[in-house]
């Protein structure tokens, strides 16, 4: 495959990886709507709580480094499209502290999202 090819799939990745950071953050809100996706949500909350919690290096991220290396260029050296999300995912400012909050952060909005929803069905079921 040629550099172009390296650079589209490296494009998808981020793309990819920029929705799912999304739909760990905001995915609460289309779960309130829809309760089935909780049981894609609910992993997908664990899973990215922890990679900021704990500090993994989320396999997403890899992919997008070794298609970018592939391609003959880094991360955020890619087109439009990289340039505009891989500052959203890697912001200047991040530090394992700053990570940490993250996470944090992220179980907290999302167990009281489920803790709302878990009594917005209790009331439901009890009328």
């Known amino acids: 495959m040629g550099e172009t090819h390296w650079r589209l799939l490296g494009d998808l990745v981020v793309s990819a990886h920029f929705a799912f950071v999304c739909f760990v953050v905001f995915g609460g809100a289309l779960v309130w709507r829809s309760p089935p996706l ?20 989320c396999p997403l991220t890899e992919l997008e480094v070794r298609f970018g290396a592939l ?3 880094g991360v955020s ?12 995912i890697y912001p200047d400012w991040l530090t394992r502290e700053t990570q940490v909050a993250i996470g944090a952060g992220v179980l907290l909005l999302n167990a009281i999202v489920y803790i ?8 439901r079921g009890s009328d």
Do not use: I, N, S, Y
């Open 116 to 123: 709302a929803l878990c009594r917005r069905c209790c009331r």
């Open 71 to 73: 391609a003959g260029q």
């Open 77 to 88: 050296e890619g087109d439009f499209l990289a340039r505009m999300l891989v500052p959203l």
């Open 38 to 57: 909780a049981w894609l949500h609910v992993p997908a909350v664990v899973w990215g709580g922890a990679v900021e919690l704990f500090g993994w290096t």
